[in-house]
């Protein structure tokens, strides 16, 4: 084989240039949409997220009053007053828009596969009202795979979530227990915010959380500190399990109850914790003692850490249809038409870089007797 002896030619490299685009553009039109491990479950678990979101926001146009759809720009029904008798803490706007992506559920579904949660496995939920369709996504996607939560609840809700003391998560729940969305609902729950039992509320705001507890029948944890709040809590989960241990715990939303401290997002990464470590924990919240048990630990503080992760459309105007997102579907190449193209494109360099062409192309044939 005859090497080239010298430098490419300039019309050879451009050559090859657009040979190479044009082979990119060959791979780029190759992709196309795959779905993701576990994507019925993830459709059955969002659709009937989007069900339990119109289900609430029927109720509450029943309730009468316009939906304030300047702070609810997709007239849910789910985002609450900013101020209210039985708002506990500061909350983002923007946040609790974009929880209201019933997509979410699909991610609560790959986490709870990801923890090795089956059919008929307990999973401990401890949630607040601040994210009320966060609430709804997390029980939805339990019982979507066949296990059983066993949900206590902090009445209370930060800015923008449940605080309409007539609508809070309790009665939003109930109304999925009532269309048949969901089938288990909290087994307790307090009345939430400072020391879980509403330090920093008004007396009529502590007590309208206590008359929601009433209306929907679900017994009242009220201790008189948030330590023996959280030991109450642990009793009533292992009351709810019996013999029974739990697969996983999760927590959706801040309830202090749950956390234990509002620093825990600087000690707990949000999503799926087999092991939390040693670490020095403020407050051992129900969460923490659940991992110290050695019960693997989801945490939920908000949708904002999982938007980005799983692919869930940041934008919160329209709610996002049900299906979208890299949690359902993500492109894939044709790696056999790459690895095939890839092989001739480095044969096509090799050849016009390093052997002489003009040797073979135009050599002139050797005459007979010279």
């Known amino acids: 084989m005859k090497y080239r002896p010298g430098r490419v030619h300039g019309w050879a490299l451009l050559a090859l240039a657009v040979i190479g685009l044009l082979l990119l553009g060959v791979v780029e039109r190759s992709r196309s949409p795959e779905a993701q491990p576990y994507f019925r479950e993830k459709m059955q678990a969002a659709t009937l997220t989007r069900e339990a979101l119109e289900a609430i926001r029927e109720v509450r146009l029943g309730m009468g009053g316009p939906i304030d759809v300047v702070n609810d720009p997709n007239d849910t029904g789910l985002i609450g007053p900013e101020f209210s008798l039985i708002t506990t803490s500061r909350g983002s706007h923007d946040a609790k828009l974009r929880a209201l992506d019933p997509n979410m559920a699909a991610v609560f579904v790959q986490l709870l596969e990801r923890a090795g949660v089956a059919e008929g496995d307990l999973v401990a939920v401890g949630m607040s009202g601040s994210y009320p369709l966060l609430n709804a996504a997390m029980l939805i ?58 330090r920093g509320l008004p007396p009529k705001g502590r007590e309208l959380a206590r008359e929601a507890a009433e209306r929907t029948n679900v017994p009242l944890i009220e201790e008189p500190s948030l330590d023996e709040s959280i030991v109450r809590r642990m009793e009533i989960y292992d009351e709810a399990a019996g013999d029974a241990g739990y697969a996983l715990y999760v927590n959706v939303g801040g309830g202090l109850g749950s956390v234990g401290t509002s620093r825990l997002d600087e000690l ?24 110290d048990r050695g019960v693997p630990v989801v945490h939920v503080p908000s949708a904002d850490p999982f938007i980005d992760r799983y ?23 044709n790696v056999p038409l790459v690895a095939v193209l890839a092989v001739l494109y480095g044969f096509l360099i090799f050849v016009v870089v390093r052997i002489d062409l003009k040797h073979y192309l135009f050599r002139r044939p050797r005459s007979e007797g010279s």
């Open 141 to 198: 996607s339990i019982e979507t795979l066949g296990a059983v939560p066993v949900p206590v609840t902090s009445v209370g809700s930060s800015m923008w979530g449940a605080t309409d003391p007539e609508l809070t998560w309790l009665d939003m729940e109930a109304i999925l227990l009532d269309r048949e969305i969901i089938e288990h609902g909290s087994v307790a729950a307090s009345i939430g915010g400072g020391d879980d039992r509403g």
């Open 268 to 291: 707990v990464r949000p999503g799926l914790s087999r092991v939390l470590g040693t670490k020095n924990f403020p407050r051992r919240g129900a969460l923490v003692r659940m991992a």
């Open 311 to 333: 692919g869930l459309t940041i934008d919160p105007v329209p709610v996002p249809e049900v299906g979208t997102g890299g949690i359902f579907y993500q492109d894939h190449y």
